[in-house]
C-alpha cells in the first residue's frame, strides 16, 4: 500500500517558468512532509520541509503548500532553473509514532529546459 | 556539514555472495537508516537503528540483515546475494532536537549490480 504517491513521473518546464510538483497521502496521521532532490549518482537532499500545522512554507525560489483536507502537497519552483532538473521525492512522517522513518513516494523527474 | 559515507560507490558480486555495505556518519546522529532505491518504487526502508546494537525493521527487510556496532557506523548485510538486490543503496541519518523529527541525511549511494 503505497501511503504517499507521486503520480507525475515526470515533468518538462521551460526555464524562467513555475514547476509544480505534486505529491497525495492516504495517511492522515502524517504531521511532517518534506521534500528531496537527487541528482543522478548522488543522494538525497534536503530542499524543504512544512509542518501539518501551517499550509505553506517558502524558501526563495521553492515553496511548499500542503492541503490536508485534499491530504494533498505541492511543491512550486519559479522561476525554474537548468540546474533544478533532478528527481524530487516527497516524503512524510508521522511526529506521534516518535521513529524517525520516513515514508517516500516514487519520485518525479523534472527537466528544466534552457 | 553533516556528512555521510558510503564505502563503495559501485559494486559488482555475484548470486549467492555474501555482500557488505558500510555507512558512517560524522555527526553524532543517533539515527541510522538504509533504503534502497528502484525506478518507479523510490525509496523504500530497509532497516533502521535508533541506537547503537539496537536495529528495526522497515519496509522490505527480507534477504538483508543490519549491524550497528558503534553509533557512527551502520552497516547492511545481504547474506546471499540475488540478481532482485541489483539496486541504489542509500545510507541516511538523524537526530532528535527537543523531540521533534529531524531531516535526514544521505549519503552518496552504493550502486549494486548482483550478477
Known amino acids: 500500500d503505497q501511503q504517499v504517491k507521486q503520480n507525475s513521473p515526470s515533468l518538462s518546464v521551460q526555464e524562467g517558468r513555475i514547476s509544480i510538483l505534486n505529491c497525495d497521502y492516504t495517511?492522515?496521521?502524517?504531521?511532517?512532509f518534506l521534500w528531496y532532490k537527487k541528482y543522478p549518482a548522488e543522494g538525497p537532499t534536503f530542499l524543504i520541509s512544512?509542518?501539518?500545522?501551517?499550509d505553506k512554507n517558502e524558501d526563495g525560489r521553492f515553496t511548499v503548500f500542503l492541503n490536508k483536507s485534499a491530504k494533498h502537497l505541492s511543491l512550486h519552483i519559479v522561476p525554474s532553473q537548468p540546474g533544478d532538473s533532478a528527481v524530487y521525492f516527497c516524503?512524510?512522517?508521522?511526529?506521534?509514532?516518535?521513529?524517525?522513518?520516513?515514508?517516500f513516494g516514487q519520485g518525479t523527474t523534472l527537466q528544466v529546459k534552457p | 556539514d553533516v556528512k555521510v559515507t558510503q564505502s563503495s560507490r559501485y559494486l559488482v558480486k555475484r548470486t549467492g555472495e555474501k555482500v557488505f555495505l558500510e555507512c558512517v556518519q560524522d555527526?553524532?546522529?543517533?539515527?541510522m537508516f538504509w533504503y534502497r532505491q528502484d525506478p518507479g518504487l523510490g525509496l523504500r526502508l530497509i532497516y533502521f537503528?535508533?541506537?547503537?546494537?539496537?536495529?528495526e525493521k522497515g519496509d522490505i527487510p527480507e534477504g538483508y540483515s543490519v549491524s550497528r556496532e558503534k553509533k557512527e557506523r551502520f552497516s547492511l548485510i545481504l547474506e546471499s546475494a540475488s540478481t532482485n538486490q541489483t539496486s541504489m543503496y542509500l545510507c541516511?541519518?538523524?537526530?532528535?532536537?527537543?523531540?521533534?523529527?529531524?531531516?535526514?541525511?544521505f549519503g552518496p549511494g552504493t550502486r549494486l549490480l548482483v550478477l
Open positions: 541516511a541519518s538523524s537526530t532528535w532536537d527537543r523531540g521533534l523529527v529531524e531531516t535526514q541525511y
Open positions: 495517511n492522515s496521521m502524517f504531521d511532517y
Open positions: 512544512i509542518s501539518s500545522i501551517k
Open positions: 516524503a512524510a512522517s508521522q511526529f506521534s509514532s516518535n521513529t524517525g522513518k520516513l515514508i
Open positions: 555527526m553524532d546522529h543517533e539515527n
Open positions: 537503528s535508533y541506537d547503537v546494537k539496537m536495529k
